[in-house]
């Protein structure tokens, strides 16, 4: 392949991209002019960049304080000590991710991250209280590799998953 042609469905692949980052919802049509392809090859390119992994899958941007939730953070500084296999193992099989559900908390994202912390989680859940019992599950779960852990609650996104809050106005009441 030249390298101009890779190079334009490189292009080609970042413009599809930002349109589906816009919104996924939008029907394939729309999608494909704005992007100004045809019908046909949007949805080839975007069968081929998620059989490649590049689109893991599609979500809705949930206002949760309509439905009783409150967004956290939580953030871990692991101690220095090398974290043993099984401990990975629990990471890497859902049981945080399942343990958190029983207690009727959802996580959103969980990332290995470089810096002061080492990972971080976001996570919806009624209130504070429910948000310390899943801190201290994690603890329990991990009891010789966590030096610190901080919580924090979101008070309101201005954007979130790339979309821009409709109701960002209201910044001004926390101002």
């Known amino acids: 392949m030249a390298k101009s042609s890779k190079d334009k469905i490189e292009q080609d692949e970042k413009k ?3 349109e589906l980052v816009k919104n996924s919802k939008e029907n394939i ?3 494909a002019k704005h992007c100004g392809f045809s019908r046909q090859k949007t949805w080839r390119m975007m069968k081929q960049l998620e059989a490649k992994k590049v689109i893991w899958g599609y979500t809705a941007v949930l206002d949760v304080e309509k439905i009783g939730q409150t967004y956290f953070i939580l953030m871990l500084k ?6 043993e296999e099984k401990e990975v193992d629990i990471i890497v099989s859902r049981k945080t991710e399942n343990l958190a559900a029983e207690l009727g908390i959802t996580i959103e994202s969980s990332s290995f991250v470089h810096g002061e912390y080492d990972w971080i989680m976001t996570f919806t859940a009624e209130d504070i209280i429910q948000a310390k019992k899943f801190s201290d599950i994690v603890i329990n779960l991990y009891p010789n590799s966590i030096e610190k852990i901080t919580i924090m609650q979101t008070l309101m996104f201005i954007r979130k998953n790339h979309v821009l809050n409709p109701e960002r106005k209201k910044l001004k009441d926390f101002m």
């Open 16 to 18: 599809l991209l930002t």
């Open 29 to 31: 049509d729309t999608i």
């Open 78 to 83: 692991r101690t220095t000590r090398q974290v």
